[in-house]
């Protein structure tokens, strides 16, 4: 073909590519106002913007139907190899932005909307957000489903409907204030209901022997309560493929039909509460992150969802025809955490009971089925169920949990010949003191793999916290690094800095992030350096917009922008960045002219309702912020501004506007992290300590770009061995003495020194997560920090750098490595069926 005729070919191409916009745009239009009409019963004049969202919303979700079923079409027929994520989390976020990018019509809405006089932005903004999660652990699960939808992997998330999810935090008086969250207030137009593959659980009773027809020995379980699980299905898309994937989340409501049983014989007031204590089992995520209550509904919870789940999969194995025997063929069933770590027993019981299976093929079918993620070094949050407790919810399980551990024990017993107290740390059961059931043991019993979210996690499990299981089976442990989805942390969330990607480098590392390894051929390229400025400068001004509508407090966008988003825990240390702003403000007051780097602390973050200490780090915080950003002598070189209610919502207007990532975790706490893998794709630059996959994320940028400080795990450890006492810090460092003792003197509390007593008292006795310790490292590396930033030219090339190795934490690889190593399954590319291909 000559270039004359090829460049008439490429006009054709794009003429038709316009013609074809321009029908999508048309049509676009018209459903978005038939739906507005239809749907909503509203025409444009009396329309509210609700009205609006939801009416794109339905335009949206029309669009994906056809991918839904063409999806489920192609999985069934082919009886594909299917992923199973079982999650007592899924912190979605909302659902429209990133469908719309997804379906690549995010431009085409905008202009649609646009037309109609209407903001696409404010109708983003009208979605209630889905917060079915606590933090990493629920996001995480959000990020997988994204990326085994846009790898084509046939996949089901199966989790809780929680009819309130994570609270919404005010503030009042600088404190943490819990609303409940209301997400259901105005209808979800993502999720179908399908009660006709309602299951029923069981809970409480007791356990009968009888013999079968073929004089067989069983069990059957007489239940005291039933309670029915009803799914609600939410599409996942991929970007840019046909795979629409579904999160099948479970309802519970009370069975019409159930007998009460003569307690409640003629009492209709009574039957009337039994339905709401069914009804309360899926009313409310435990907020909970990393600390375990004990609480019976918890565990009712986690076994309801894993039943509901394990009787979804032996249905779909029915009307597949595949025999239960291959139950492991056909389910790749991974647990997050020990959560869900109750559906090994289930599974046998389901499998040995109900199916009539022999105990030994029914656990080999077991392990081979399950794989487990830890995600904890943290010993308080290991979850273990009182016997009693577990007894009374599910006194058939304990006996399988029983039988599973005599099994296991009689070949530890062999293998360990003796080693009595190597037997007791194994156990399923644990036995010094009050009796528990461990989670974790049992999770790792049951499964054929056992994962850690990153590379030194994963070493101290061996070494340390499933040691153990470790040196028993060393072959099924192996490290999955976390990741996040690009397509919601920079396309959805920094449409500028996307733009700049996509022309320099084309839109391919949109699905292959390490394509972004070609910006550092640009770093050079003095225009390019000036784009990215301008586009870190935009979104820092619509940030200190956004902060100052909500918090009254003037922000200048040049300062450098010092973020800490993320739980409120003492182990991830926030209460260390406000050690270091009352240094910073310290030297002001000593010395008013001192030259400093302007600085705005930005603070986001939940504290479990029941953690005290979490909650009086939020007071600090803020109350150090009411003096520093008022004081004159400050001359507006520092800002602390405290965001309330941080979510995934906010995350998307706050990382890509960060210059400074903290990650600052005591050495071996932080499993992994992954909010330190939306800054570094945003071009922050990283504040850490060697933790989690902070370690990573300095070996991928190189130790040039990255801002380490503070003691290592080892040293961690040393401390505490040699008896850490923080006194003796406090008593060198004349600086951290001067900043504990003006908080101490009450001058951040109108006076009163008892406000924060409890925190620094805990900071000089004990002070467990060595704040003390890595005081003056901290400080240190923040004015190297400030340093740097000085010269805005060799910020933007570290910047740049950032992002440009970042690609290593696109959730896309860490899922190819779960598909590849843990759960041997392959993609299944869908072809979309026709309108005629669907009804016929
Ligand atoms: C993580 C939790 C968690 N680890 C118990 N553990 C919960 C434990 O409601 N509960 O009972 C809730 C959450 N969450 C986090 O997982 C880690 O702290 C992060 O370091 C990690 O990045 C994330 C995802 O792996």
């Known amino acids: 073909m000559d270039s004359s005729s090829a460049g008439q070919e490429d006009d054709r191409e794009r003429r038709g590519i316009s013609e074809r916009a321009s029908l999508d745009k048309r049509a676009l239009r018209r459903s978005f106002l038939d739906n507005l009409l239809y749907v909503q019963g509203k025409f444009p004049r009396l329309a509210t913007k609700n009205d609006y969202y939801l009416a794109l919303a339905h335009t949206v979700r029309d669009r994906l139907m056809q991918r839904w079923i063409s999806t489920a079409a192609a999985y069934t027929t082919q009886c594909s190899r299917t992923v199973c ?46 917060g079915l999660g606590n933090g990493g652990l ?62 029923e659980i069981k809970f409480g009773g007791h356990t009968e022997q009888y013999t079968d027809e073929h004089q067989r020995l069983r069990v059957r379980w007489v239940a005291a309560r039933i309670v029915n699980g009803v799914p609600y299905d939410t599409p996942i898309l991929g970007y840019h493929v046909n795979t629409a994937n579904t999160l099948r989340l479970w309802k519970a409501e009370a069975p019409e039909s159930f007998d009460f049983g003569q307690f409640n014989r003629g009492d209709y007031a009574g039957a009337v509460t039994q339905k709401i204590v069914s009804e309360n089992l899926s009313k409310v995520l435990y907020p909970n992150d990393e600390q375990e209550a004990g609480k019976e509904l918890r565990l009712q919870q986690q076994f309801f969802f894993v039943s509901c789940s394990l009787q979804d999969m032996l249905r779909i194995l029915q009307i597949q025809r595949i025999p239960v025997e291959k139950f492991h063929e056909k389910f790749a069933v991974q647990l997050n955490d020990t959560h ?45 169920w009182s016997l009693p407790l577990f007894q009374r919810v599910l006194p058939r399980h304990l006996e ?8 296991f024990l009689d070949q530890v017993r062999i293998r360990f010949f003796g080693d009595e107290a190597r037997i007791a740390r194994l156990s399923l059961i644990e036995e010094q003191g009050p009796r528990y059931v461990r989670m974790a043991n049992l999770a790792c019993v049951g499964s054929h793999a056992i994962n850690g979210v990153a590379d030194l996690h994963t070493e101290l499990l061996k070494q340390d916290v499933l040691k153990d299981f470790y040196e028993l089976c060393p072959e099924k442990f192996s490290n999955k690094t976390n990741g996040v989805t690009p397509r919601r942390w920079i396309v959805l969330a920094n449409p500028r800095l996307t733009s700049l990607i996509t022309e320099t480098l084309g839109d391919g590392w949109i699905r292959d992030l390490d394509l972004l390894r070609g910006l ?108 520093v950003n008022f004081d004159p002598d400050v001359r507006g070189r520092l800002k602390v501004a405290f965001l309330p209610n941080f979510s995934v919502t906010n995350g998307q207007r706050i990382y890509p506007a960060a210059d400074l990532s903290e990650q600052i975790s005591t050495a071996g706490k932080e499993a992994s992290g992954t909010g330190n893998m939306k800054f570094q794709m945003n071009g922050a630059l990283t504040i850490g300590t060697m933790d989690g996959a902070n370690i990573e994320i300095m070996e991928e940028v190189g130790k040039e770009n990255f801002f380490q400080f503070g003691l290592l795990t080892p040293e961690v450890y040393a401390w505490q061995a040699r008896g850490y006492r923080p006194q003796e810090c406090y008593e060198r460092s004349p600086a951290l003495r001067e900043v504990i003792d003006l908080i101490g003197s009450g001058y951040f509390a109108r006076g009163d ?6 925190l620094i008292d805990v900071l000089l006795r004990y002070d467990p997560y060595f704040l003390l310790a890595d005081f003056d ?52 590319p869908v072809r979309l069926l026709s309108q005629e291909d669907v009804e016929a």
């Open 520 to 627: 550092e051929s640009h770093i050079d390229d003095a225009a390019f350096v000036q784009r990215w400025q301008a586009v870190k400068r935009a979104n820092k001004a619509d940030l200190a917009t956004h902060i100052e509508r909500r918090l009254q407090i003037s922000i200048d966008p040049d300062s450098l922008f010092d973020v800490q988003v993320k739980r409120i825990h003492e182990y991830k240390r926030q209460h260390l960045a406000a050690l270091h702003i009352v240094a910073l403000y310290c030297r002001i007051k000593a010395n008013p002219n001192i030259e400093m780097v302007p600085r705005t602390f930005i603070f986001g973050g939940k504290a479990a309702p029941g953690y005290h200490m979490a909650k009086l780090m939020i007071k600090l915080i803020t109350a150090i912020g009411d003096v």
């Open 138 to 199: 629920g996001r995480l699960a959000a990020c997988f489903i994204d990326s085994l939808a846009t790898l084509e992997v046939p996949a089901l998330g199966y989790g809780i409907r929680y009819e309130y999810g994570i609270f919404h935090q005010t503030l009042s008086d600088g404190w943490q204030v819990e609303k409940t969250d209301k997400w259901l207030r105005f209808g979800n137009p993502w999720e179908l209901a399908r009660p006709e593959w309602a299951v």
């Open 777 to 828: 490292s901290y400080v240190a590396c923040q004015d190297e920090v400030s340093a740097v930033y000085k010269d805005k030219h060799r910020w933007a090339r570290m910047a740049i750098l950032n992002s440009a190795r970042s690609g290593k934490f696109s959730s896309d690889r860490t899922i190819r490595q779960y598909c590849s190593e843990i759960w041997n399954v392959d993609k299944v």
């Open 400 to 407: 399988i949990i029983y039988e599973i551990n005599a099994r």
């Open 340 to 384: 869900p770590s109750i559906g090994v027993a289930e599974l046998m019981r389901l499998l040995v009971d109900e199916q009539l299976l022999a105990w030994d093929t029914a656990w080999d079918i077991t392990c081979k089925s399950f794989g487990y993620t830890n995600h904890t070094l943290m010993p308080e949050a290991l979850e273990r």
């Open 85 to 130: 994520y079982l999650s007592a989390e899924f912190l979605m976020g909302p659902h429209l932005g990133n469908n719309l990018i997804n379906l690549g019509i995010y431009d085409v809405a905008a202009e649609v909307v646009g037309e109609l006089g209407l903001d696409l932005e404010d109708l983003l903004y009208q979605e209630e957000e889905p």
């Open 753 to 758: 020194s008892s406000v924060f007593k409890p």
